[in-house]
């Protein structure tokens, strides 16, 4: 098992009683996404929770997406709706560092800072990966992808 799926357990397990969203992309083969991004997720047994996290989930943590951007799917903004007042922290893991999670980390730092509003945005980079291709360098992205939320006032850990 990769170390970032391994800290992703590890994290779940020690915030066992916390409230969570796990978001999950969910696409048609008509989806603009796939203007920027090749094709996936467009089966069912591609839009599922990784099995060593899926004993965390329940049906109400469950969200699907159709961006990269898992602020903005229904299901999310739903949860959100009924959450974030009550919240101080957002502890944000993932598949992939510069796109989904720094996307979704940015969104919520610009959310409550338009409402003048504390709250401790945390992504655990050890616990967050992104892919390899001959123009994408998985560990440059992720690198830039921590630098640029640092800069935003999101704080980036290791577990």
Request: include cysteine.
């Amino acid at each position: 098992m990769p170390s970032a799926i391994k800290n992703r357990v590890r994290i779940n397990e020690y915030l066992l009683h916390c409230r969570r969203v796990f978001a999950v992309d969910f696409h048609t083969d008509k989806s603009t996404e796939f203007r920027t991004f090749p094709e996936h997720c467009t089966t069912d047994d591609e839009c599922q929770i990784i099995e060593e996290l899926d004993k965390f989930a329940s049906s109400s943590d469950f969200v699907v997406k159709n961006c990269a951007n898992a602020m903005f799917s229904n299901g999310f903004l739903r949860w959100f709706a009924d959450n974030a007042d009550t919240l101080d922290n957002f502890i944000i893991v993932g598949a992939h560092t510069d796109i989904d999670v720094m996307q979704l980390a940015l969104s919520l730092r610009s959310y409550f800072n338009e409402r003048n509003r504390a709250v401790k945005i945390i992504v655990v980079l050890n616990a967050c990966r992104t892919f390899a291709a001959e123009s994408h360098n998985a560990d440059d992205f992720h690198t830039f992808a921590a630098y640029n939320m640092l800069l935003n006032g999101i704080t980036c850990v290791n577990v």
